[in-house]
């Protein structure tokens, strides 16, 4: 192979160092006929490169038979190598990505009102324009709309409390005077939550939601299993808890129903007879609230024994009322309707909570309308209630704003259009309860003077654009788990601020098509707002009463 490459060399140079044009010779005479010496010039230049040519092809086959085996080995030891750097650089890419992504969550500001670019593949159309440039209208016409549409419920929603809670107190004594105190769960008394407590109800009918703690006989104890403070559990078991049944001594064996004598037509209601009759009749002992086997709370039982129980209490004092009181939805334990004579109704939600510890936390049955919309695995699954805290924030807040300040008014201008939207689409998944924890984000973020009624209309944008960015980035954050923004006056558990923040658009990641719907709803409301506003505006719809003149009471 050398002595190829030395010939081809060599003939290489020798042609270029003979070439007359390139290194014309000195005191060399020109001949008479240049033409044919140029044509000979020529030939041989040819014969040169031929030769060339053949010495060249004759070197590549000889290295190629020689180097062959070691191109294989080469080139395989170079894929190696390059699948080897490959992967450290996808790696490095992925760590990388994985950072940025970490230090992006943490340093983001959940208060930040600027409008993300839409994703082309998964939401075409919606350009970058916040809002896709809706107007609305000024705020002479959104404070007329508020005036005549909105707020003319206010005193509807005061008397429809009044009437209400007097009933249900009426009730409640009733269901606590069929009980043993020896053997049957304690009710305490309700507790309001929600819109009607909150004023910023808009939908109609009006509809109060009651909480109702109760607990265990003596020496019996609720033990909630939190799922921050256990191991760990998966995204969609965030904000659920277990309620197990323990005794105060630590013994979770044995009952009082069978120590203690009870009347023919008393139930335990930790049990569903008396140990020795439920041992003959089913051959074994069968759990009424706890689940079978199981020392946790059963949902489902939970709702058996409450409706059972307000069945009961209703028949005691029915003869007192000129109405009568029925079970509005089957799957809500605590669902209830007072119908009146003359066809008009009056829907209310009692709903049997469990304490949780001595805090304002409660937990409620999956069973429930949950505000996130979620659904329990399981029916000894119990979502934890934020509600009481909620309540507590916003009279805090009210007290630091501008008197007339326009925060609720925000709120139920957007329910109110939602709730139109709904009706013409259809559900989706937007709440009112996404829209009430948007605006306790912007009143934590926001100056107080903010607030202020003239600023109702920039409010109002800036509450529905913070909403467009959640649902764009499918992430709403919940406002009270894990946001250490909260101030330490409102008592929330130090377990609440050390857990790790709930996505209430969580199921948007994993439910496309719900998302789709929910997204194409939302921009349709929007579409909407002025019309429906300027209309509403001009004419407000009559709603039937829904309380009589007078209650009247035997």
């Not at 390139?22 to 140029?38: D, G, H, K, S």
């Not at 959940?110 to 107007?135: A, K, V």
């Amino acid at each position: 192979m050398a002595v190829g490459l030395f010939r081809v060399c060599l003939v290489v140079v020798t042609a270029i160092i003979n070439h007359p044009l390139l290194f014309p010779r000195e005191n060399a005479t020109v001949p008479e006929n240049e033409e044919e010496i140029i044509r000979k010039m020529q030939a041989h230049q040819e014969k040169l490169q031929l030769e060339q040519l053949r010495l060249e092809e004759e070197v590549a086959r000889l290295a190629a038979e020689k180097e062959a085996p070691e191109q294989m080995v080469d080139e395989g030891q170079q894929q190696n190598d390059t699948r080897a750097a490959w992967d450290l650089w996808s790696t490095l890419c992925m760590i990388l990505f994985l950072l940025i992504e970490v230090w992006r969550q943490d340093h983001q500001d959940g208060s930040s009102l600027e409008c993300p670019g839409s994703d082309e593949d998964e939401l075409p159309g919606l350009g970058g324009t916040p809002l896709q440039g809706l107007t609305l209208p000024n705020k002479a016409t959104l404070s007329h709309f508020y005036e005549r549409c909105i707020r003319g419920s206010t005193a509807d929603a005061a008397r429809t409390r009044e009437f209400v809670e007097g009933f249900v107190d009426d009730l409640l004594e009733a269901l606590r005077s069929i009980c043993n105190r020896d053997s049957d769960m304690e009710v305490e008394d309700f507790i309001g939550v929600d819109s009607m407590y909150e004023n910023w109800q808009v939908d109609r009918p009006l509809l109060c939601h009651l909480f109702v703690p109760f607990t265990p006989p003596e020496p019996y104890r609720f033990h909630p299993e939190l799922w921050c403070s256990s191991r760990p559990v998966p995204l969609d078991r965030q904000g659920y808890a277990q309620i197990k049944v323990v005794r105060a001594d630590g013994d979770v064996q044995g009952c009082i129903c069978g120590k203690t004598k009870l009347g023919e037509d008393m139930l335990c209601l930790l049990h569903g007879k008396n140990k020795t009759a439920a041992q003959s009749e089913d051959g074994g002992l069968e759990d009424l609230l706890c689940a079978a086997e199981s020392p946790y709370l059963d949902s489902m039982q939970v709702m058996k024994w409450f409706q059972t129980a307000l069945t009961k209490a209703w028949h005691r004092i029915a003869h007192k009322y000129e109405f009568d009181l029925a079970f509005g939805q089957l799957e809500t334990p605590g669902s209830l309707k007072i119908k009146f004579r003359s066809g008009k109704f009056m829907p209310f939600q009692l709903m049997p909570v469990i304490q949780c510890d001595d805090s304002d936390l409660y937990f409620i049955s999956h069973l429930s309308r949950e505000p996130s919309g979620e659904v329990a695995a399981s029916s000894t699954d119990w979502l934890l209630s934020f509600a009481v805290y909620e309540r507590h924030f916003l009279r805090m807040m009210l007290k630091a704003l501008p008197e007339g300040a326009c925060h609720l008014s925000c709120l139920q201008i957007a329910c109110f259009l939602l709730s139109k939207q709904s009706r013409l689409t259809g559900p989706s998944g937007l709440s009112s309860y996404h829209l009430k924890t948007a605006l306790l984000h912007l009143l934590l973020s926001r100056r107080a003077a903010d607030w202020q009624a003239s600023q109702l209309d920039v409010r109002l944008h800036e509450l529905l654009r913070f909403l467009e960015k959640s649902l764009l980035e499918k992430k709403l954050p919940h406002f009270f788990l894990g946001n250490r923004k909260v101030p330490e006056s409102m008592g929330l558990p130090e377990a609440m601020h050390r857990a790790e923040p709930l996505n209430l658009f969580r199921p948007f990641v994993l439910q496309r098509s719900l998302y789709r719907k929910t997204v194409d709803s939302f921009y349709e409301m929007l579409k909407n707002a002025p019309a429906l506003i300027a209309e509403y505006s001009l004419h407000v719809p009559s709603d039937h009463a829904i309380l009589p003149p007078k209650a009247v009471i035997l």
